[in-house]
């Protein structure tokens, strides 16, 4: 399908480590968002990349936190040395218009 | 400071009535409106927007009302059917900005 993709659906991973979270947006769109969403709670804003302006970082909650849009197209979002607290569904979104396409997310297990 | 509110966690609804989700704003700048839903381990998908210029948006069986006075928006969706048990967030905007701040979501259940 030409849907957003994220990549793993799931990771478990160690305090301490640092992981990677892949997001493929639909091909055209120039906007792309990273959401994350903690247990009972909504859809939190991290970053937002749109075209080759500067992002805006504004949401990410430590400078542990960092993601990157290479060529317009693909952003990865890093977590360095892991926390529990960092457990959650992060959800990426691309959109044209105004109406966003969301991923199925990536669900981060921080033991 | 939570800008966009939806009060009931959860609702559960009869299948054939009428299922009203709710959601209140505190931002005055805020003009546009969505509604997504979402189900287990799918990401949400876009359901009805609304503009401030509106007070009410129309698509088959879903119906958003907006209420700017009191800052209020709901989600109508008549007849209800299982197939629309889901989590529900709206969402809010000031069309000049690209940041949209959702709820934390209501979980509907449609009884069968």
């Known amino acids: 399908g030409a849907g957003v993709s994220q990549s793993p659906s799931n990771k478990v991973t160690e305090k301490g480590k640092d992981v990677e979270l892949r997001c493929d947006p639909i091909?055209?769109?120039?906007?792309l968002y990273w959401y994350r969403q903690s247990l009972g709670q909504g859809l939190e804003f991290l970053i937002y990349f749109q075209g080759n302006s500067a992002p805006d970082k504004s949401g990410l909650p430590s400078d542990r936190f960092s993601a990157e849009r290479t060529g317009g197209s693909v952003s990865t979002l890093t977590i360095q040395r892991t926390q529990q607290e960092d457990s959650a569904v992060y959800l990426c979104a691309s959109s044209l218009d105004g109406i966003q396409y969301f991923g199925a997310g990536t669900r981060l297990s921080v033991l | 400071d939570q800008q966009v509110k939806q009060n009931s966690p959860s609702l559960s609804v009869q299948e054939g009535r009428i299922s009203i989700l709710n959601c209140d704003y505190t931002n005055s700048m805020f003009d546009y409106f969505l509604w997504y839903k979402k189900y287990p381990a799918e990401g949400p998908t876009f359901l009805i927007s609304?503009?401030?210029?509106?007070d009410k948006n129309e698509d088959g069986r879903f119906t958003v009302f907006l209420n700017k006075s009191a800052k209020h928006l709901s989600l109508h969706i008549v007849p209800s059917q299982p197939g629309d048990s889901a989590v529900y967030f709206c969402a809010a905007s000031d069309q000049g900005t690209y940041k949209y701040i959702f709820g934390t979501g209501t979980r509907l259940k449609v009884l069968a």
């Open positions: 609304i503009s401030s210029i509106k």
């Open positions: 091909s055209g769109h120039t906007a």
